[in-house]
Nanobody, 119 residues
Framework: QVQLVESGGGLVQAGGSLRLSCAAS????????MGWFRQAPGKERAFVAR????????FYANSVKGRFTISRDYAKNTVFLQMNSLKPEDTAVYYC????????????WGQGTQVTVSS
């Protein structure tokens, strides 16, 4: 079992920055790829970014590429999402997720943290 708790959301003006954190607990966390997803009002949950088991590989949605950076700290069992140059369309609830060996479905989810970007 893996438990995930997000933090760091809030209200920011367009062009600003936020850093989201996802604290993970459980066994063998280094065996899990980690990702961030978001869900805007009236829309389905969408992929934002993921990072591999080793941290050496990252992948981003086109909409955030060049503005967001995902990273993980194994000592702290924490995954981060640094969000720069935020736009109003980035407004959403952001969810942290984990999947075993980067091959299984995204089976573990946090409760989400709200990010609101004002114009």
């Amino acid at each position: 079992q893996v438990q995930l708790v997000e933090s760091g959301g809030g209200l920011v003006q367009a062009g600003g920055s936020l850093r989201l954190s996802c604290a993970a607990s459980g066994r063998f966390l280094s065996s899990y790829a980690m990702g961030w997803f978001r869900q805007a009002p009236g829309k389905e949950r969408a992929f934002v970014a993921r990072i591999s088991l080793s941290g050496g590989s990252t992948f981003y949605a086109n909409s955030v590429k060049g503005r967001f950076t995902i990273s993980r700290d194994y000592a702290k069992n924490t995954v981060f999402l640094q969000m720069n140059s935020l736009k109003p369309e980035d407004t959403a609830v952001y969810y942290c997720a984990a999947r075993y060996l980067d091959t299984e479905p995204w089976g573990y989810w946090g409760q989400g943290t709200q990010v609101t970007v004002s114009s």
